[in-house]
């Protein structure tokens, strides 16, 4: 069973920077790709920025040139690094694993419990 630990969350001002980490349980190469997404309150569940097995990022408008997505193998964790924070930044960051289930031909997801990003004066 696939587990991924978020951490890092906290409560920062405006402009300030924060990095939060996804521990997972087995080699974070074993899937198709990671990504981070958010949810603020009222609001659905969003993509932050993505990372490939093969090492290619993506990340949304909103966050463009201020997130960073990264990993190391060797620590099976991957990262956000979250630079010039905002108000309308703050939400739930939770990690996802994607997989392919050969067998089924479907995407297995897997998620992490979340973690708080608060960015207020």
């Known amino acids: 069973q696939v587990q991924l630990v978020e951490s890092g969350g906290g409560l920062v001002q405006p402009g300030g920077s924060l990095r939060l980490s996804c521990a997972a349980s087995?080699?974070?190469?074993?899937?198709?790709?990671m990504g981070w997404y958010r949810q603020a309150p009222g609001k659905e569940r969003e993509l932050v920025a993505v990372i490939t097995s093969g090492g290619i990022t993506n990340y949304a408008d909103a966050v463009k040139g201020r997130f960073t997505i990264s990993r190391d193998g060797a620590k099976n964790t991957m990262y956000l690094r979250l630079n010039s924070l905002k108000p309308e930044d703050t939400a739930v960051y939770y990690c996802?694993?994607?997989?392919?289930?050969?067998?089924?031909?479907?995407?297995?997801?897997?998620w992490g419990q979340g973690t708080q990003v608060t960015v207020s004066s």
């Open positions: 087995g080699s974070i190469f074993s899937f198709n790709a």
């Open positions: 996802n694993a994607a997989k392919l289930n050969r067998l089924t031909m479907t995407r297995d997801d897997y």
